[in-house]
Structures are given as structure tokens and as C-alpha cells.
């Protein structure tokens, strides 16, 4: 009963995530909290973006995920609209994302900088 495929020709097996994810860097990072789960550690991040309408926001890790110093870097990005709005106050403009990084993910990590265009944060792991 299900269609093996849909209407544009896609298997409904193929994830969006195998998709190459083809994000901007947000502009600014506004603040970054962690706390201990069970799985590891729930990273939350706010950041300011330079247009209205960015979406899809997700911390991507840099290098694969490998630990430099003892910092495991991410970087905020977002997809940018096809018609971007320029202006406005800061808070029309922000943008959250949350993820949890496994123990694994976070071995020899001692903290963790979220990057943006402007700026970043380094947070310590809890």
C-alpha cells in the first residue's frame, strides 16, 4: 500500500540526512549552555543570524568530530532563505539549536567552542 517511491521520483527510504547539508555559518553566537544527560551532554546554542528567514539551523562539528587541545569545535550553521529580509532588531533575527553528544563524541574533550561568523563561545564540559 505504501509507494516505493514519491511523486518527484525519491525512495522514501533515503533520509534527509544523506542529503549534503549545504548550510551558512550564523552570524553571531549568543549564548551556549550544556547539562548532563544520561546520553552524554545536551548542547544548547542561541545565535543571531544576518538575515530573517534562515532555517534548518544545526551545530555541525569541524574536522569529523576530532578533539584538538581538548576542545571539540561545532559550528552554528542555518540555511539561508531564497529571498532574504535584511534589518531588524537582533531578536527577530535569533535562532536556537539543541543536540546531545554522546560520551564517545566527547572523549578527550575538556570544553566546547560553538563558532559563528563574529565570534565564539567556549564552554566547559560538565
Known amino acids: 500500500m505504501i509507494p516505493e ?5 525519491q525512495s522514501f527510504s533515503v ?7 549545504i548550510g551558512v555559518p550564523v552570524q553571531r553566537i ?3 549552555e550544556t547539562h548532563r544527560v544520561p546520553e552524554g551532554q545536551l548542547i544548547l546554542v542561541v545565535g543571531v543570524a544576518s538575515t530573517h528567514g534562515m532555517h534548518d539551523v544545526r551545530l555541525i562539528a569541524r574536522d569529523g568530530g576530532s578533539v584538538e ?6 559550528d552554528l550553521m542555518a540555511l539561508p532563505p531564497s529571498k532574504p529580509i535584511i534589518g531588524g532588531s537582533d531578536i527577530t533575527r535569533q535562532l ?7 560520551d564517545q563524541q566527547l572523549a578527550g574533550a575538556r570544553s566546547i567552542r560553538i563558532k559563528g561568523v563574529e565570534n565564539s563561545i567556549d564552554q566547559r564540559i560538565r
Open 5 to 9: 517511491q514519491t511523486s518527484d521520483g
Open 15 to 21: 533520509s534527509q540526512e544523506q542529503a549534503q547539508y
Open 30 to 32: 549568543s549564548r551556549v
Open 69 to 74: 587541545s581538548g576542545v571539540l569545535t561545532l
Open 96 to 102: 536556537t539549536s539543541a543536540t546531545v553528544l554522546t
